[in-house]
């Protein structure tokens, strides 16, 4: 599996627009960016900040997991959804505030566990190649700093 560079999501971003029919002009608008700087997204020059990707989801029901690795439908599906409103409260919420209580639930509930172990389980057994990848590139990119 080859790694996803800024030009491989730029290029997904690109291609979302154009299934939307939208000019970069209004894209970039609606997206609250230059238009120069979706340019530079699009071409790979820059990396989308994560509310940029939020934004696409939000607004435009656009599939997270498809923006950054090329893999599912564009447009979000029933899973994306569930996702994207796990973002939400994730976004939405004050992140440390948010980790502290999910933390408090694991460690007390064992329902809690049980779900998130199973949701663990089925996302590797879904995404394991991706998921080592990402674990590995994290590991260079610690080793490069």
Excluded at 74 to 98: G, H, Y
Excluded at 99 to 126: I, N
Aim: aromatic share 12%; charged share 35%.
């Amino acid at each position: 599996m080859e790694k996803e560079t800024p030009k491989d999501i730029g290029k997904r971003i690109q291609a979302v627009r154009k299934s939307l029919r939208l000019l970069q002009k209004d894209f970039s608008r609606e997206l609250g960016l230059s238009r120069s700087g979706l340019c530079n997204i699009e071409k790979g020059h820059i990396i989308p900040r994560f509310d940029l990707l939020y934004e696409l989801s939000t607004r435009f029901k656009v599939d997270p997991y498809y923006l950054l690795h090329g893999k599912g439908e564009m447009f979000q599906t029933e899973r994306a959804e569930k996702d994207r409103e796990i973002l939400d409260l994730i976004f939405q919420s004050e992140s440390t505030d948010w980790l502290k209580r999910f933390l408090y639930y694991f460690k007390l509930s064992p329902v809690v566990r049980y779900s998130m172990m199973s949701y663990f389980a089925e996302t590797l057994l879904s995404r394991k190649k991706l998921i080592e990848q990402d674990i590995e590139q994290a590991a260079l990119k610690n080793i490069a700093d």
